[in-house]
């Protein structure tokens, strides 16, 4: 009885032993690979799972590689999976540029997967042209009027800029850039609705694809449409802007006017209190004067006629009748002139 369990024991254990033997070693992985004619040792696939590189993302890849004869081998498949690269789309895209027969070696395919780009999208561009529709773009011709023009433009992915090179949003602003140009140098408007492939031909001619990771196959103009009259706007904007200034300065000088005005009335002002004042020192001076014997009794009653007299003078102007002149012009006695005094 004792015997017999410890068989069932030593049973047990083997089992054990094999199944955690069979996981650790990808025995179903490696026959697959020999009956698909690829080269691989169970001490790879062993060392495989001592780096923690997964076997099977190896050896599947290497094995459609083989199929396709591209001869690969598994220390490029694993390098480029240690350095963080996706190996079956690498794989795929090195199969298909071959179908495609363009020229990829492994090492430029890996490059660009490093680079973050999609390797295998890269090479169906190459072969299936990609078109890119830009945003609408507002453009105004030399007479003022805005056009807005929309373009679809083909492109190619070119394998040789791939790593390093723009992406699709500098062939948008390039574009978007070359339709403004073209627009804003035509002479009229309907020069360039009338043509709108001389916008496409103009922009293509310019090598837009320069530094870029696509060949410009095409620019096709998809639309083309009639905005706002700038000029017009400008033109506008520009009379307003004058006459805003002219007011400012229309009202500058009305206050200086007032400010003119203003001073001349302090002056007359002035010059009436001066008047005034020399009025007042009037009776002073005839006191003085009687004081010293300069001014007898009879020249001041002289002087008191004559004011009498220029004060009846003054009050017969301001009530006399009008009459007409030799032309038959309504005059008054103001218009007249006076008789001298002969007082």
Known sequence: MDGLMYTLILVGLGLIALVVLFSFIP?????????????ISITGLIGMRLRRVPPARIIMPLIKANKAGLGLSA?????????????????DALIAAQRAEIDLAFERAAAIDLAGRDVLKAVQMSVNPKVIETPIVAAVAKDGIEVKAKARVTVRANIDRLVGGAGEDTIIARVGEGIVTTVGSAEDHKKVLENPDSISSTVLGKGLDAGTAFEILSIDIADVDIGRNIGAALQSDRAEADKRIAQAKAEERRAMAVAHEREMIARVEEMRARVVEAEAEVPLAIAAAFREGQLGVMDYYNIKNVQADTSMREGFSQFAPEREDDAGTPRTPRDRPEREDKS
Do not use: C, Q
């Open 27 to 39: 025995l179903g992985l490696w026959i697959s690979a020999l009956a698909a004619g690829v080269k």
């Open 75 to 91: 220390d490029k498949l694993e390098a480029h999976f240690l350095a963080g690269g996706n190996v079956d789309r690498v794989v």
